[in-house]
């Protein structure tokens, strides 16, 4: 069975800049998860979506948005680019719905902003 | 969801058991106890979760005291292959609502020493 995937791997970007971070869930997962892990902070709760809609936003200004595909992947966009976006960036994914579920991670996208 | 106390850093020989505290002492009747670790610039690894009963899956158990107010996590052989930095989550179970998303803490660093 696939875990899942994110890409890129790596991504460079400058200060303004925008980017976008893709994540494919496992198969047959709904729920889609993103955390940030900066240096020294920790991992951190970004969004959740489920069927396709936004059920939870962690305290993240609103350039951090994203979006579900369908096919239940999805896509982060960080907009106008901060020093201190740089961060992996981790997806996870679950069965929908229920919380006794645990989530799976994939490897991340570590975002540098020079 | 409760908050969780974990020792900061650990260390166990190669071969021997590594045996990992959390103390939850705030958890309440419908939280899971969730082990997850993460090895350096990898994302993070589900390894087991629990309500009440012990547990053992193919890389651990989880033993739950009876009153929940503490866990122990369980790396029957402990290789060099899991050193890495092991988080303990408490989180909500049930269906549906806004929540969902794991909150972690800074975790116990396990150094598995030859």
């Known amino acids: 069975e696939a875990g899942v995937t994110q890409s890129p791997t790596h991504l460079i970007k400058t200060r303004g800049q925008q980017a976008t971070l893709r994540c494919s869930p496992i198969?047959?997962?709904?729920?889609v998860y993103w955390y940030q892990q900066a240096l020294g902070l920790g991992l951190q709760f970004l969004l959740w979506?489920?069927?396709?809609?936004?059920?939870n936003r962690g305290n993240f200004p609103p350039r951090f948005s994203g979006r579900q595909f369908p096919n239940y992947s999805s896509e982060l966009n960080v907009n106008a680019l901060e020093l201190e976006d740089s961060a992996l960036y981790l997806c996870?994914?679950?069965?929908?719905?229920?919380?006794?579920?645990?989530?799976?991670f994939g490897d991340g996208t570590r975002l540098s902003i020079l | 969801d409760a908050k969780t106390t974990q020792p900061p850093s650990m260390d166990c020989a190669e071969g021997r058991a590594a045996n990992l505290p959390c103390n939850h002492s705030?958890?309440?009747?419908?939280?899971?106890v969730y082990w997850y670790r993460q090895i350096h610039s990898q994302g993070p690894q589900y390894i087991i979760h629990?309500?009440?009963n012990n547990e053992t899956n193919e890389m651990a158990s989880l033993i739950i005291t009876e009153d929940r107010k503490s866990s122990t996590l369980i790396l029957p052989h402990a290789t060099l292959r899991d050193t890495a930095v092991y988080y303990c989550i408490v989180r909500k179970g049930g269906y549906g609502g806004s929540q969902g998303n794991l909150i972690f803490g800074k975790g116990t660093k396990l150094s598995v020493k030859p």
């Open positions: 996870a994914s679950s069965l929908g719905g229920q919380y006794n579920q645990p989530q799976h």
């Open positions: 629990g309500l009440k």
């Open positions: 705030t958890i309440s009747g419908n939280e899971y």
């Open positions: 198969s047959g997962h709904t729920s």
């Open positions: 979506y489920d069927e396709g809609e936004e059920r």
